[in-house]
């Protein structure tokens, strides 16, 4: 099985998996939970995954969608920063609207540059062979502007069930090499419709990006079966985790 350990590290905060948060100097820090292989310590070179949450989701999110992996990979489940009250926490204000999200530009780039600060931090106190960032919903576009406008900090995105609004892609890439972006949608999701998808890809193609969009014709805006089952492929080929071969 794998082992849940809580971390304290200069500037993001964690939760240790009895509930009991640990404070962290800096108030902007997010706090998460981390899995790692049994045998494994901060020497051991390892593939780093971070599972990013949707809106009114927390850090348990993807440690249940996980719950069946056993990757020899450190796995990361972040909080977002906002707590909402009503339930579960949110990366960035919006609105539902009937042709699209309306949301807030800002806050995506605050939580975008939080998840960075976190990466570098476990970066540096862990030896780590590659980053892959997978997210969900609001997770999904962060993971698409990591990609965007964080390339350094990670080695390939996973977007599911999300978009990236064209206030947050750029004319043009720059110079900086991104990563691949891999997009899993449900062509039933009237929450962020698959023709949204489809626009950021084609965006994102155009500006030079390796990016590929799978949709599932019957799923609604979630994690279907058929999505969790072909993300936990890739996941196992890109980690070399057991019962993957890499293509």
């Given at each position: 099985m794998l082992v849940l350990v809580a971390l304290l590290l200069p500037g993001v905060a964690c939760r240790s998996d009895s509930g009991k948060e640990r404070a962290s100097p800096a108030s902007d820090a997010l706090h998460f939970e981390m899995r790692v292989p049994p045998g494994a310590d901060a020497s051991t070179a390892l593939p780093l995954v971070v599972a990013i949450h949707g809106l009114a989701g927390d850090e348990h999110y993807f440690q249940r969608a996980f719950s069946k992996w056993r990757p020899r990979a450190r796995l990361v489940f972040p909080r977002a920063p906002d707590d909402r009250r009503r339930g579960g926490y949110s990366w960035f204000d919006l609105a539902l609207m009937e042709d699209r999200p309306r949301i807030d530009d800002g806050d995506v780039r605050r939580s975008a540059r939080m998840l960075v600060d976190m990466i570098e931090e476990i970066r540096a106190?862990?030896?780590?062979?590659?980053?892959?960032?997978?997210?969900?919903?609001?997770?999904?576009?962060?993971?698409?502007?990591?990609?965007?406008?964080?390339?350094?900090?990670?080695?390939?995105?996973?977007?599911?069930?999300?978009?990236?609004?064209?206030?947050?892609?750029?004319?043009?890439?720059?110079?900086?090499?991104?990563?691949?972006?891999?997009?899993?949608?449900?062509?039933?999701?009237?929450?962020?419709?698959?023709?949204?998808?489809?626009?950021?890809?084609?965006?994102?193609?155009?500006?030079?990006?390796?990016?590929?969009?799978?949709?599932?014709?019957?799923?609604?805006?979630?994690?279907?079966?058929?999505?969790?089952?072909?993300v936990l492929a890739l996941l196992r080929r890109e980690t070399g985790s057991p019962g993957s071969s890499r293509r």
């Open positions: 106190a862990h030896a780590t062979r590659k980053t892959i960032v997978v997210g969900f919903s609001q997770g999904g576009l962060l993971a698409y502007a990591l990609a965007v406008h964080h390339p350094e900090a990670l080695d390939l995105a996973v977007a599911v069930s999300a978009y990236l609004p064209a206030t947050l892609i750029p004319g043009e890439a720059g110079k900086q090499k991104h990563p691949p972006v891999r997009a899993f949608h449900g062509g039933e999701d009237a929450t962020i419709r698959p023709e949204l998808a489809l626009r950021t890809v084609q965006t994102l193609e155009k500006l030079g990006l390796d990016v590929r969009l799978q949709v599932y014709p019957q799923a609604g805006h979630l994690i279907s079966a058929g999505m969790l089952r072909d």
